[in-house]
């Protein structure tokens, strides 16, 4: 399909095509294979070679390391990525990294970034985001936020407890969202503070098992429950104006939602590819699978969804360069996760054995994709977005006029 991407867009995603089939992949089903994961030394392989071939941290800015494409230009090569268990790390486009660096990028002081974007991108370190709570705190209702930093001279006090920290188990700091004015609304009284995980206080507790929670690396990032207590750090250390912290996190999540959705759309799209290999190989009941009119009826709209998903994905690109796109990317998020989960399944099952075997990647992908319907906010906290913008402009006229058009085409045709 013809996305009418820019022609920079199309020749860095064609190179990062290249380096997932060449490299990326080849790793990923050796290591799928004997069972062996990618060391360290591997990534930090990987991540060398991306630089030689200027594929390296695609949407941070060439300042900082990286290759400075723009919101829609690196879209594209997220998908690419997405086609491999191994592909975002390969080129350090995984998230939370991916977002912490955007979150920094945009907001942060000139000292924020040297001491801390500059050696992020460079993998030299490693972040958190550290936002959602346990029961009773903020989660699908980031209102229900629990975790405070109080003012004591030019230092924030934090207490609090988290989970779900995406490799908060490896991170040198995290971005913590914490209560700052108690006597604001949470969306004004809220900020993002920047704490190191050596500062005392700090109590990564252990990582949530959960689903797709196999790797087939080394690294152990998880998603960490931490604690909170008693937490100094400097007053200095606020991501962000003191108090913008919900309007900050909204711009990391606007973008990050689409990079998650055309990541997740690369490997529906890999799974398609497996499955309609297998289709063609395999042979049952007198014919080639891919002869069975239901299943080629199956592959068919597979192949639909997938693309208004992906075409979905860069409309809210475009206009998230104009606008927050609130409900466009809601819209897509919403979308896309449904589709890839669909898909994704429908792979595995045409695949039967080889589907639920290991052996392929279809498995892992199908425990990873099932979280991406509740991460990024849940179908249902999009869907309660989607539905307000629908009815807001509702006019009762309109409804009182067409309600009266109705009784009088019931009344002529009774009259007949």
């Given amino acids: 399909m013809e996305y009418h991407d820019s022609e920079k867009a199309k020749e860095v995603a064609s190179r990062v095509e290249a380096f997932m089939d ?4 080849p790793r990923e089903r050796e290591a799928l294979r004997t069972g062996e994961p990618v060391t360290e030394d591997e990534l930090e392989e990987f991540w060398e070679m991306a630089k030689t071939r200027d594929l390296f941290a695609p949407q941070v800015p060439e300042e900082y390391g990286g290759q400075g494409l723009d919101f829609s230009d690196m879209l594209p090569s997220f998908e690419q990525v997405g086609r491999s268990l191994l592909g975002a790390l390969s080129i350090r486009a995984n998230a939370p990294q991916e977002g912490n660096m955007h979150t920094l990028e945009m907001v942060g002081t000139e000292e924020q970034k040297e ?39 030019d230092e924030w006090v934090i207490n609090g407890h988290k989970w779900w920290t995406s490799d908060g188990l490896d991170a040198d700091f995290l971005l913590v969202m914490a209560r700052t004015d108690m006597d604001a609304h949470p969306y004004e009284g809220t900020s993002i503070i920047l704490v190191p995980t050596d500062t005392p206080g700090v109590e990564i507790v252990r990582n949530v098992p959960h689903l797709g929670g196999h790797d087939i690396t080394e690294r152990t990032g998880g998603h960490a429950e931490i604690k ?31 990079t998650h959705c055309m990541r997740y759309s690369g490997m529906a799209e890999r799974s398609l590819d497996i499955a309609k290999a ?8 007198g014919s080639d699978l891919s002869e069975k009119q239901s299943l080629r009826h199956r592959i068919a709209e597979a192949e639909t969804k997938l693309h208004m998903a992906r075409t979905g994905v860069r409309h809210a690109a475009r206009e998230l360069d104009q606008s927050d796109a609130r409900i466009e990317v809601a819209m897509s998020k919403v979308y896309t996760a449904r589709v890839t989960n669909e898909i994704i399944d429908l792979a595995l099952q045409v695949c039967g ?13 199908y425990e990873h994709v099932r979280a991406f319907r509740i991460v990024d906010g849940a179908d249902e906290v999009h869907l309660r977005s989607i539905a307000r ?23 002529d045709v009774l009259d007949d």
């Fill in 278 to 285: 297998y289709l063609e190989e395999r042979e049952a009941f």
């Fill in 228 to 258: 909170y207590k008693n937490v100094r750090v400097p007053v200095e250390n606020t991501v962000g104006e003191e108090g913008e912290g919900f309007r900050v996190a909204q711009m990391r999540l606007g973008g990050g939602r689409l």
């Fill in 389 to 411: 913008d629908a009815f807001e402009d509702v006019d009762p006229a309109e409804v009182d006029t067409a309600l009266r058009f109705d009784e009088e085409c019931r009344a």
């Fill in 353 to 365: 054995g080889n589907g639920i075997g290991k052996d392929l990647p279809i498995a892992h992908f």
């Fill in 115 to 153: 001491e801390w974007l500059r050696p992020l991108v460079q993998g030299e370190i490693s972040s958190g985001f550290s936002m959602t709570e346990p029961m009773g705190g903020g989660g699908s209702d980031p209102k229900m936020l629990q975790t405070t930093a109080v003012r004591d001279g």
């Fill in 22 to 25: 060449e490299v990326v992949i």
